[in-house]
Every structure is written in structure tokens, then in C-alpha cells.
């Protein structure tokens, strides 16, 4: 008996391995669904078209979703024309007070950037958007903004290029 048990277990786990394997959408961690027949991914570099630039923004965005889609997906990185491609521009970088004390002084600042970007789906056109992404995160208004930004630029980074990245692969 414990035999047969163990051979059902078996055939169990090459069965949904044969399945798993057939299937026509490509899941990985990531939770991405890219088609299997998308081989490549072009990231081209942002511009910052913003009226404040940050000289390092745009390099740092770049390199977080080229980063993005190294650590998440099989697909390989092209200069130009993948298969998967984006291109767009940092279109704002602003802070703006958001709690203010009894003085009327502001207590608590919010550091924001929007990017637009164009994506671009040459195996599966109808996933193509041109959308606008804004991250933010909040900072202590006694602080200088260029004391924070080393800090709060990488967190805006990381949450759009994880945005921008669920936007293009997460059809779900």
C-alpha cells in the first residue's frame, strides 16, 4: 500500500509538471504573465523634462526598471526594439507641504515624481499604454530637501519602477 501511495504521489507531481510546463503564459515570482514568445526588453533613458531637475533622477529610474525586469523576468535586455520596450519622461519633480502646524507652518513635506512612459508590447500590441506614474514619499519640513533626497529618491524609484513593471506584465 505504501508503495502505490508513493507512485500516486509520483505521477501526481510529473502530471501538474506536464501541465505547468504547457502552458501558453510564462508565471514567474514576480507575478508577472509575459508571453513566452516575448524574448527580449528595451529600456530607453528617461529624460527629465521636469522644471526642477535632479541630475542623477533619470539615470536612477532607467536602471531601477532595467533592475526591475533583470531580478523579475527571462527576458533578455536590447538596446532598442525588444520585444517588450519603454520610453518616457520624468515630467514633474515637486515638494509641497502637507501637514501644517497651528502656526501655520509646515510640519510635514511630500517629495513627488511623475514620469510619463510610452510601453510599447510587439507580441501583444493590445497591452500598449502611455500612461503617467507618481510616487511620493514624505519628509520631517525642519529638513532641507537636499538632505533627504539621497534617501527618498531610491524609495520613489523602487515604487515606480515596480508600478511602471505590474502595468506592463501583470495582465491579470
Not at 538596446?79 to 501655520?104: C, H, K, M, Q
Not at 512612459?117 to 514619499?137: C, G, K, L, M, W
Amino acid at each position: 500500500m505504501r508503495i502505490a501511495g508513493l507512485i500516486n504521489r509520483i505521477l501526481c507531481a510529473v502530471s501538474a509538471s506536464v501541465l505547468i510546463a504547457g502552458c501558453t503564459v510564462k508565471y514567474s515570482f514576480s507575478g508577472a504573465s509575459i508571453s513566452p514568445e516575448a524574448k527580449t526588453v528595451s529600456i530607453q533613458q528617461f529624460e527629465n523634462v521636469s522644471t526642477m531637475v535632479v541630475p542623477i533622477l533619470a539615470t536612477q529610474l532607467t536602471e531601477g526598471l532595467q533592475d526591475k525586469f533583470s531580478r523579475g523576468t527571462r527576458l533578455m535586455q536590447v538596446r532598442e526594439d525588444g520585444d517588450l520596450a519603454f520610453e518616457g519622461e520624468i515630467t514633474n519633480y515637486v515638494s509641497n507641504p502637507i501637514s501644517v502646524s497651528g502656526n501655520e507652518y509646515a510640519t510635514q513635506n511630500r517629495l513627488t515624481v511623475t514620469v510619463r512612459v510610452r510601453f510599447t508590447n510587439r507580441i501583444e500590441p493590445q497591452y500598449d499604454f502611455d500612461r503617467t506614474f507618481s510616487a511620493y514619499e514624505d519628509y520631517d519640513a525642519m529638513k532641507l530637501m537636499q538632505e533627504v533626497e539621497s534617501t527618498l529618491l531610491p524609495e520613489i524609484v523602487e515604487k515606480l519602477s515596480e508600478d511602471i513593471f505590474n502595468a506592463a506584465v501583470s495582465n491579470w
